[in-house]
């Protein structure tokens, strides 16, 4: 078991990582969509308002029919997810919410979850989705 000061530097890790992952992800849904599969690893899985798609293929045609975004994230959350439950993986949850506008289409709520794992090449560490759950959010009127 990690000690405490182990565990803090490693939900600080998580954080910074979630953060900046928020915003290179909406930046590059919006304004390149193109390169947005490079985000994940090759056998992601996709779960997109009950619409599931997995592997990296899938997952680029899948964004390329829709259309084009403008995302405004709200809030975001992370936390490390407990390596036993990830094979020694190191894996952060990232919950984020916010609005997005699809051209053509109103103004809508959603909320997206992802986990993330850590691939490291050539002493450089990435952060990969393995896993992206995006749903709108109906709010009762």
Request: charged share 20%.
């Amino acid at each position: 078991m990690a000690s405490a000061v182990d565990f803090k530097t490693y939900v600080d890790q998580a954080c910074r990582a979630a953060e900046e992952f928020a915003n290179i992800y909406y930046e590059t849904m919006d304004k390149r969509r193109g390169v947005l599969t490079r985000l994940y690893t090759e056998n992601a899985v996709l779960v997109w308002n009950g619409n599931a798609v997995s592997g990296q293929e899938a997952v680029a045609k899948f964004f390329e029919m829709l259309p084009s975004s403008e995302f405004q994230v709200n809030m975001f959350d992370c936390q490390p997810v407990h390596e036993q439950a990830t094979q020694n993986q190191t894996t952060v949850l990232v919950v984020t919410c916010g609005t997005v506008k699809f051209d053509g289409n109103k103004q809508q709520f959603f909320n997206q979850n992802f986990l993330l794992t850590a691939q490291t090449t050539n002493n450089n560490t990435v952060w990969k989705i393995m896993s992206d759950c995006f749903r709108f959010q109906e709010w009762p009127t």
